[in-house]
Every structure is written in structure tokens, then in C-alpha cells.
């Protein structure tokens, strides 16, 4: 059974940082692309990143320059390292991984407030 373990949300000021890590375990065949996506209330859940398995990027207009996906292949986590946070980040982010199957974790919520 797969899992996707999610860490680092929480409540940070605006202009302030937070690192999301999401940590995959179980019986996961091939990992083709890890990504975060993120769902405010009463909105779609949208893409913030995604890198591939190659280290392909890619990203949110809204995210560029602020947010950095990165990647540890060999423990199956992805990170997402985010700065100059603004309200309009405040969201459950949900940690994706596409390989054979596709895999979702349970979401963790950032709050941007002052």
C-alpha cells in the first residue's frame, strides 16, 4: 500500500516562508512526476509545481520566482520551498505522485495571515 506523508504547513505572516516536504512509502513501481497542487476554499484544486523524475520544473505563473520544487529520487520525497508568502497562498496543499498509478496525500494547510 502506498503513502504520501505531508509535513511543514502551518501559519506564517505574509512576506514569510514555509517548506513542505511529502515523503512517498509502500510499493511504488516507477515515479514519473512529484507535484503539490493546492485547493482554496471554495475554489478548483489547482497545479502550484511539479518536477519530473529527469528534474524537469514546473510551475504556477502566480508561484514563479517565489516557490522552489525540488526532488530526493532516492527517498521518494519532494519538497516545495516557499517565500514572499502572500494570503492569496492560503490553501490545503495536496502532495501528487503519477507513476503506473496516481497518488494523493491527505493535504496540509498553510495560512497566510497577518
Known amino acids: 500500500q502506498v503513502q504520501l506523508v505531508e509535513s511543514g504547513g502551518g501559519l506564517v505572516q505574509p512576506g514569510g516562508s514555509l517548506r513542505l516536504s511529502c515523503a512517498a512509502s509502500?510499493?511504488?513501481?516507477?515515479?514519473?512526476?512529484m507535484g503539490w497542487y493546492r485547493q482554496a476554499p471554495g475554489k478548483q484544486r489547482e497545479l502550484v509545481a511539479a518536477?519530473?523524475?529527469?528534474?524537469?520544473?514546473n510551475y504556477a505563473d502566480s508561484v514563479k520566482g517565489r516557490f522552489t520544487i525540488s526532488s530526493d529520487n532516492a527517498k521518494n520525497t519532494v519538497y516545495l520551498q516557499m517565500n514572499s508568502l502572500k494570503p492569496e497562498d492560503t490553501a490545503v496543499y495536496y502532495c501528487?505522485?503519477?507513476?503506473?498509478?496516481?497518488?494523493w496525500g491527505q493535504g496540509t494547510q498553510v495560512t497566510v495571515s497577518s
Open positions: 501528487n505522485v503519477q507513476g503506473v498509478y496516481d497518488y
Open positions: 509502500g510499493s511504488i513501481l516507477s515515479i514519473y512526476v
Open positions: 518536477i519530473t523524475s529527469g528534474g524537469s520544473t
